[in-house]
Nanobody, 125 residues
Framework: QVRLVESGGGLVQTGGSLRLSCAAS????????MGWFRQPPGKEREFVAG????????KYSASVEGRFTISRDSAKSTLYLQMNSLEPKDTAVYFC??????????????????WGQGTQVSVSS
């Protein structure tokens, strides 16, 4: 059974930082591409960042590139998202997900088969 558990969300002021964590089942974590998505209030879920199983391929959405960093710790089966220079537009529920692929970092939610419960990130102006 796939387990994805996010943590690290909270309320920060504009310009602040947060680091999200996602504890995953080891088999899933070591087999598939992992990604972060977010769903702003009243909007569709959108891709934030993804990383291949071997860390060779990393992708970011244009809206977060240069501010967010995705990384993974295979020894801990944990995915991270370091978020810097946060802005009110980053306010959303953030989800960790595992892909259906092991080498292709997709930006399509339909290519991710397992999801965490989400963690709220709120950025005040």
């Amino acid at each position: 059974q796939v387990r994805l558990v996010e943590s690290g969300g909270g309320l920060v002021q504009t310009g602040g930082s947060l680091r999200l964590s996602c504890a995953a089942s080891p088999e899933t974590f070591n087999t598939y591409v992992m990604g972060w998505f977010r769903q702003p209030p009243g909007k569709e879920r959108e891709f934030v960042a993804g990383i291949s199983r071997t860390d060779v391929i990393v992708k970011y959405s244009a809206s977060v590139e240069g501010r967010f960093t995705i990384s993974r710790d295979s020894a801990k089966s944990t995915l991270y998202l370091q978020m810097n220079s946060l802005e009110p537009k980053d306010t959303a529920v953030y989800f960790c997900a595992s892909s259906r692929f092991s080498g292709y970092v997709s930006m399509d939610t339909n290519d991710y088969g397992a999801w965490g419960q989400g963690t709220q990130v709120s950025v005040s102006s």
